[in-house]
Every structure is written in C-alpha cells, then in structure tokens.
C-alpha cells in the first residue's frame, strides 16, 4: 500500500501571502492528483502531474518522481482558498489511474483576510 | 454539464435506524465510487462499480453496508443499522477516462 503524507495538517495566513502544502508518498507512482475539498464536503479535481509543473491561475503545482515529493504552492493567497487540500496516489501495483486512489489525510488551509 | 448528484446533502439520524445515500454520477461515466471521509481524514473507497458490476468492494462492511448500482447509473448506499462510528461525509464519484474522477458534493451523516 501506498502511503501519503501531507504536511502541514493544518495552516493559517494572512491575506495575499505564498502558501506551500507538501505531499509525501512511499511507492513510486504514474501520477499524483491534488484535490480542493470546501466546507460542505464537494471535492473538485485541482491537478493531475505526472512530471515537473502544472499552473493553473494561481495555483501551481509541482513533483519530483525522484523524491516522491510534490508541492501545491498558492501565490496571492485569498480568504476564498481557505478550503482541505488533498493529495491523492494511485496504488503500487500498476493498477492504472484513479481506479483506486489513496488519499493523504489533507490540510486545512485558512486564509485570514 | 451536470456535475455529479448526491442526496441528500445532510442526514441526522438515531443509531440503529436505516439510512440511504444516492448518486447520480456524470451522464456517460461508466466507473462510479463510494467514498467514506471521517472528519480530519481523506477519503476511503467504498466500493467502485465498472457499469452495474461491483468490482472492488473490499473495504465495504458487509455486516451492515450495501450497495446497488443496477442499471449501471445510479447508485444507492444503504446502511442498516447505523452505528455511532457512521458518522462521516459519503462522497461519491464518477470517471469515464483512467486518471480523471469527478466528485459529488457528498452526504453528511450525524448518528445519533
């Protein structure tokens, strides 16, 4: 089974500061996603990487295969990005793709304004 | 296009009484997930239905859950009897392309 960290579990900032959110994984994977849960519970797909960077908007996020480490980084951030950030891997095995996702335990990121 | 359909979004029920979630998943989407997220924690899968086939079920308890996706669309999550340890958001979610799964807005059940 593949495991996944994230860290931190929690996070609190200010208004318009660079947020970080680390994810960790044990076994070497084809791709890794980063999801967006609000209060509520809805998840919304944010990115699936398999290699070097992906931007969308604000959002950039970036894996090292090598390290088994990828990155969700917020530039600008807004009291509207306070959401969980969760990381997801598929499992070891070659089961392809999001047939069978682990997910990390997320973060709870909170954007004061 | 509609995204994928939960109801209801919030149950409170007693322990011991029946409860049942359904998901209408993205028209087309021939995978569907169930997912179970306790507070604090990611999601775990259910059970993953391949059209009206239930083809990973491991993680479903069988003593009191159960499942049924018979015209390979809908889906019903049912759970007889609750239990305190229940409570929790039931997330489901749908995929037509490997490495791509749309998630519903998910059930939020309080046991009582």
């Known amino acids: 089974k593949n495991e996944v960290e994230q860290s931190p579990q929690n996070l609190t900032a200010q208004e318009g500061e660079f947020i970080t959110i680390n994810c960790s994984y044990s076994v070497g994977i084809s791709a890794l996603h980063w999801l967006q849960q609000h209060p509520g519970g809805g998840i919304v797909s944010l990115f699936m990487l398999s290699s070097g960077k992906k931007k969308h908007g604000r959002l950039i996020a970036t894996i090292n295969i090598q390290e088994k480490h990828s990155s969700l980084h917020i530039t600008a951030s807004h009291p509207r990005d306070s959401a969980v950030y969760i990381c997801?891997?598929?499992?070891?095995?070659?089961?392809?793709?999001?047939?069978?996702?682990?997910f990390g335990q997320g973060t709870r990121l909170t954007i004061n304004p | 296009e509609a995204g994928v359909v939960q109801s209801p979004r919030y149950k409170i029920i007693e322990k011991k009484q029946p409860v049942a979630f359904w998901c209408n998943p993205i028209s087309g989407h021939n995978t569907l997930y169930w997912y179970r997220q306790n507070l604090g924690q990611g999601p775990e899968l259910l059970i993953r239905y391949e059209n009206e086939e239930a083809v990973d079920d491991s993680q479903l308890p069988k003593d009191r859950f159960s499942a049924e996706r018979l015209k390979g669309v809908d889906s019903t999550l049912k759970i007889q009897p609750a239990e305190l340890g229940d409570s929790a958001v039931y997330l489901c979610?749908?995929?037509?392309?490997?490495?791509?799964?749309?998630f519903g807005p998910g059930t939020r059940l309080t046991v009582l």
């Open positions: 979610a749908s995929s037509l392309v490997v490495n791509e799964q749309f």
């Open positions: 997801a891997v598929p499992p070891p095995g070659g089961i392809q793709g999001a047939q069978k996702l682990v």
